[in-house]
């Protein structure tokens, strides 16, 4: 093992070099530093980047804590004290995190040294990192297309060996579908099982916090990090938490995977439907049972999603109004003129739709129309989870219909762009738990584009689909393919 | 469940507060037309019997001691504000 070799490491067997005093926390730090200086110029994962922070962090590191030493990257939703907290909007340009988020302080108790902010859909609302105010992400596989979103950069970042693994957020598939679509592993974890304090809110009663990584394994390391009960947050589930990497590496023998009728729709590409089909073939030959099952409203968790995730980020980014942080527009010339202006100057195009969308369909006169029959539409979906998880022990799906897409190919297009959550926005309406790995490539124009695997299981059954996604991974080589920007080594 | 044409962009925007340009209100109205014209497939789905969820996973009472915690000082809170003199935060007047 030399210096050039450790960014394509995974947190596990970094750890174990840490644990083990064979590299410090400190030439771990310098040699990632190295390496994103080396590659993020064409990767453009990070908006900011704080050395010196994490360099004392590293002198002070424990390596025998569970992530002793590690540097995580961290998406720029997510609080951490003294550093920028953007959420890639003009709006939030130069503003501090006077705290750390829960989740933060978690990974600090783990030993894990938060290191970098990366790039995003501004506010989180996108599915191709597009949206950001700052800049693009390109995907590390195929760098004239995005690598998905709206956690792209933490994606990108960890498929570049720019970072050991990273932290996302999700509202409607934002952490799986980058996962899928740069080629690394992301869970969703279920509503309630990470706090949510000190992560800008988008549509709270879908938001959650979750890791990307380059393995399964470590997947289950960052939970055991993150998750549990947080009394500054209510929705927070007082619920004991396991240790998510003790069932790894049983069979699947004994296991019910469901396929459901209605995730089989045209649409998909049939590389990716390729891929799939061979995926479930190889879990039923790990002994996995394969049962079909039934989702009936699933052709409606687009529209219920579009309706209540913008109605909650309308109410949410009200307090961007330019009096306690953020933009402010110069000379109003009343309060009106004020927000009118502080707003339209600070958020970009897509935040400024949903924001419209949003408070539309929660105005006088369509709330009944709209938000409340999404919210009944919302119910009948997360029943039809209810009665599958009945008979199954997860779902198997894909986790995007396509591989990634070009820059540029679907900006024009909101509702084709909104289409890209379709097997993913189910789970966060229902509040159950996913995961997407690696299962496979597409050929497109000469360049292997990642295909992305998804398992949906029941709330709180995280530990359950982190054994089934490892039993499947270490059956196949998909998680030791590289992306051709991760072969290149350091100029170290 | 209403006509999507009903959306009226340059009134909803100033609900929101959220000053649009005329090429802007254009674009959203065709765009939102059609994201509310795929949204009328809800219309087909029987209600009737159904309770609305305003949560996944619905936790009741949440409760804690009402007593004070160390949080971070008005100093830090004011870190970010735009404007600010004599410790508070300065707001664009609202009375003549």
């Known amino acids: ?492 | 469940m209403l006509k999507s044409s009903d959306l009226d962009v340059a009134y909803v925007a100033k609900l929101a507060r959220l000053n649009l340009t005329d090429a802007e209100t254009e674009l959203f109205q065709k765009q939102l037309g059609d994201v509310l014209k795929y949204a009328d497939k809800l219309r087909a789905v029987d209600v009737s019997h159904m309770e609305a969820a305003a949560h996944a996973i619905p936790i009741f009472n949440v409760f804690r001691e009402d007593e004070s915690r160390d949080w971070f000082t008005a100093e830090q809170a004011l870190s970010n504000a735009p404007r600010q003199a004599n410790g508070l935060f300065i707001v664009t007047k609202v009375v003549e």
Request: proline share 5%; net charge negative.
């Open chain 1, 1 to 492: 093992m030399t210096g050039k070799d450790l960014p394509a490491l995974n947190i596990a067997d970094l750890q174990s070099l840490l644990r083990h005093r064979e590299v410090s926390p400190r030439e771990v730090l310098d040699v990632l530093r190295a390496r994103i200086e080396s590659v993020d110029g064409k990767i453009d994962a990070y908006l900011s980047i704080d050395f010196e922070a994490a360099a004392k962090e590293a002198e002070k590191a424990n390596v025998d804590l569970p992530l002793g030493g590690v540097p995580i990257a961290i998406k720029d939703i997510i609080s951490v004290a003294g550093e920028p907290c953007t959420c890639a909007s003009k709006i939030l340009h130069g503003y501090r995190a006077p705290y750390d988020a829960t989740v933060i302080r978690k990974l600090r108790a783990a030993g894990a040294i938060p290191f970098g902010k990366t790039n995003m859909d501004e506010f989180a609302m996108g599915s191709s990192t597009e949206n950001s105010g700052v800049k693009l992400t390109r995907n590390p596989w195929d760098l004239s297309r995005v690598p998905g979103g709206s956690s792209g950069g933490s994606a990108a970042a960890v498929a570049a060996d720019e970072a050991f693994g990273g932290l996302g957020t999700e509202t409607g598939g934002s952490i799986r579908q980058p996962a899928a679509l740069s080629g690394v592993v992301g869970l969703k974890p279920s509503y309630g099982r990470v706090s949510r304090f000190g992560v800008v809110a988008f549509a709270s009663s879908l938001d959650q916090v979750g890791p990307l990584t380059k393995t399964v394994r470590d997947s289950a390391l960052i939970m055991n990090a993150i998750a549990g009960h947080d009394p500054q947050e209510t929705t927070s589930l007082n619920q004991p938490v396991p240790d998510y990497t003790e069932g790894l590496g049983r069979d699947l023998r004994g296991v019910r995977l469901g396929l459901a009728k209605e995730y089989m729709i045209e649409g998909i590409d049939a590389q990716v439907k390729a891929a799939i089909d061979a995926a479930v073939k190889r879990m039923d030959s790990l002994g996995a049972e394969i049962v079909d099952v039934s989702l009936p409203h699933t052709d409606y968790a687009i529209a219920v999603y579009y309706i209540l995730a913008t109605a909650e980020a309308s109410a949410n980014l009200a307090r961007f109004d330019g009096v306690r942080y953020g933009h402010r527009a110069e000379n109003p010339k009343d309060l009106l003129d004020h927000y009118g202006r502080t707003r339209e100057e600070g958020f970009g195009p897509e935040v400024k739709r949903r924001i419209i969308l949003g408070t539309y369909v929660l105005s006088s006169g369509y709330y009944d129309a709209y938000y409340l029959r999404a919210q009944k539409v919302r119910e009948l979906i997360r029943q039809d989870f209810a009665k599958a998880f009945e008979k199954v022990n997860a779902l198997i799906s894909p986790t995007s219909p396509v591989p990634a897409f070009k820059l540029g190919e679907r900006t024009d297009d909101p509702l084709q762009m909104y289409l890209a959550d379709i097997f993913t926005s189910p789970a966060n309406l229902a509040g159950i738990c996913g995961i997407s790995v690696p299962c496979g490539f597409a050929d497109v124009d000469g360049n292997r584009l990642p295909i992305g695997l998804q398992l949906l299981g029941n709330a709180l059954d995280e530990a359950r689909i982190l054994q089934i996604a490892h039993a499947y991974e270490q059956s196949t080589d998909w998680h030791r393919a590289r992306s051709p920007i991760a072969e290149t080594l350091p100029n170290a």
